[in-house]
């Protein structure tokens, strides 16, 4: 072989051998990370030993629907991710949460499509956001035919997956070092599945697609109500500048109204029965959003609903059930405990749901975690017991500012 092919083919090895080393280094990146790409395996593993998931592998839809036929439901929640700490330990019923990807009426079509003609519950709760009915939202589409929302998920080559995450501040840099060196990783009680979730605790889905957000708890436990919602109750004020979704609006968009007559009618013929409500609020920013001349459209959505589609249960304000502000982890978001008030209350108005829910341990749970964002409620709370215990103890938040 001449001088001149025999460095060209050095070169050739060594870029071969670049690529490997780097294709190698991301397969071990994702094994030491425990990050799974096959949906159907996590549910499983989920099933039978727990844990948490938090994979960015897995498109969202995947996992939920993996999540779903594993447990075969008699009873699911279908929303955003004000929806998605809704648990099974409020059942009697068999339940899977399809919660954090319906935000807008259209993305459930997809859940009629492609998960309920594999496996029909026998009951949908239907959680509603006021402001996927903002008129300068997302572009109001009839039936998608793409997938249903991907949150969440990062979609590229398996193995060049860690690389996209670092690149796009998916993964610190320092966490991705850290599943490349042979530093110890931190050594938890329980399966962990997901990159992140390896290096940096913080919670995430379990058995029954509900989510444990436990970085988020630790963080909020240090703020009072008044810190949790201030920008928020600043915009309503017309104190600050105002973001998605508080702006406030002259009317809302009528089309979708029509959206959910469709697909309520949809569920109804597959004899699904459904159980929709409006998602809670905060109690001190409902109070300031009745105060002020600038959301008129919320009312107006309101009794639109209660009028065209008298089956919704307007649960918008839950102080009357006892709920607080410290309940409530952000402006928008309702906790494990408000949420079951929100459940308890329905139950009360809907023959069928009362059958499902678990009257006892409902009761119990609110009695034992009033006022906290999250309780040790079922196997997979039990196992992180002490953080939630600790992050309550530690809890500044005090009822509701008047």
């Known amino acids: 072989m001449s001088r001149g092919y025999r460095r060209y083919f050095v070169i050739l090895i060594t870029c071969l051998c670049l690529i490997a080393l780097v294709i190698a280094a991301g397969w071990f990146v994702r094994w030491r990370g425990n990050d799974w790409n096959n949906a159907a395996e996590l549910a499983a593993k989920l099933q039978t030993g727990g844990g948490f998931a938090s994979t960015l592998t897995i498109p969202y839809s995947a996992f939920k629907r993996a999540i779903f036929l594993a447990r075969q439901p008699d009873v699911v929640v279908v929303g955003s991710s004000r929806g998605l700490m809704f648990r099974q330990s409020a059942f009697s019923w068999r339940f899977s949460n399809l919660g954090g990807g319906t935000t807008y009426p259209e993305y459930a ?54 690389y996209r995450m670092v690149l796009s501040d998916r993964m610190a840099a320092d966490q991705m070092l850290r599943l490349l060196s042979i530093t110890p990783l931190p050594s938890l009680d329980f399966p962990v599945y997901g990159m992140t979730a390896v290096t940096n605790f913080e919670g995430g889905d379990g058995a029954d697609g509900s989510a444990y957000i436990l970085g988020t708890m630790d963080r909020v436990t240090s703020q009072t109500a008044e810190e949790r919602f201030r920008d928020d109750l600043r915009c309503v004020r017309g104190e600050g500048d105002c973001r998605h979704p508080m702006r406030p609006f002259a009317d809302y968009d009528h089309r979708r109204i029509g959206q959910l007559k469709r697909l309520f009618a949809e569920l109804r013929e597959l004899d699904i029965h459904v159980v929709p409500f409006l998602a809670p609020l905060p109690p001190s920013l409902v109070r300031e959003l009745q105060r002020s001349d600038s959301y008129g459209y919320l009312q107006a959505l309101r009794n639109d609903m209660r009028r065209d589609l008298p089956e919704i249960f307007d649960m918008t304000d839950i102080e009357r059930l006892g709920a607080t502000d410290c309940e409530f ?74």
């Open 109 to 162: 079509f997809h859940l009629v499509d492609k998960f309920f003609t594999s496996h029909k519950p026998k009951i949908v709760l239907y959680e509603i956001d006021y402001f996927a009915y903002m008129p300068d939202d997302a572009p109001v589409r009839e039936r998608p035919s793409a997938t249903w929302k991907q949150s969440g998920s990062v979609r590229t080559n398996p193995f060049f997956l860690p």
């Open 329 to 402: 982890y952000d402006a928008l978001h309702a906790g494990e405990v408000a949420n079951l008030r929100v459940l308890r209350e329905l139950a009360t108005k809907d023959a069928l749901l009362d059958q499902a829910l678990d009257h006892r341990n409902v009761d119990k749970i609110i009695a034992s975690y009033a006022g906290s964002i999250m309780a040790v409620s079922d196997d997979t709370s039990r196992s992180v017991a002490p953080l939630i215990d600790a992050y309550r103890a530690k809890d500044v938040c005090k009822g509701t500012p008047q």
